[in-house]
Each structure stands twice: as C-alpha cells, then as structure tokens.
C-alpha cells in the first residue's frame, strides 16, 4: 500500500511540474518585449546623461552629474546636490539630508557610467535623436525632475 501511495504522490508532482513550466512558459512568451521596471529607469539616466553630453552645454552638464551623485536607492533624480563653505550634501525633496554617492556608496554611479558606452551603441537612434545640441537641451529639460 505504502508503495502505491508512493507511486501516487510521484506522478501527481510530476504532472504538477509539467503544469507549471507550461503555465509559466506560456505567460513568458506572452510578456517577451516587456522591459524591468528597473532596466528602464536606467535607460532613463543613460537618455538624460548622453543629452547632456549632446548639448555640448557644460553647466547642463554638470547639473545632470550633481544630480546622478544624489540618485536614490530607486534610481530617482529627485534630490539636489548642495555644496556649502563646510560640506558637500544630498537634501531630498521633503529636507532630509543624505551624503551624496561618492561619499555613501559611489558603486551605483560608476555602474552607470562605465555601462554608458555600451548603452550608447545599443541606443543609436536616441543619440542620433539628441546630436543636435537644442534637441539635447530640450530633452534633459523635459525629463530632468525638477
């Protein structure tokens, strides 16, 4: 008896798993193109940081870097690098204060930059879409946080 309960309970899993790698490869194929919400935050800093290099505007520039040393946890660009005579510091929307990255954890900008390139040729048609220096102003102005 114990042997056929044995026997049962084998094939049910089995038959389990089968249903479940189909179920999940099915629901696959159907979100295939459907980017991590975290892979398209990133391409939003690359975007902002290659139309500020486009625009050939150095305190534009320099403003987007400030911003990219304050980046949050969850990629956003809502807090202000603030350098006063004393110190150099991150203050959020709501007035908290933070140490920028290259104080706290610089890893998550230099991932970026050094994936940059890549992401450049990757991306050709937005370069190609912010060569013109207006259209890179134009760009960072519309989609920087303010």
Known sequence: MRYVAFIVVAICTFVIGVISHSVVRLT??????????????????????????????????????????????????????VNDETDTYCVERDGSVRPPLFRADKSKFDALLKGHIAWSIENLEFVESVKNPRAAREYVATHLPR
């Open 28 to 81: 696959a194929d159907k979100v295939v193109g459907i980017a991590p919400v975290s892979q398209l935050r990133q391409d939003k800093l690359h975007r902002l940081y290659e139309a500020a290099g486009m625009s050939g505007d150095y305190s534009l520039l320099t403003a987007v870097h400030d911003r990219f040393l304050c980046i949050g946890w969850d990629d956003s660009l809502d807090a202000r690098l």
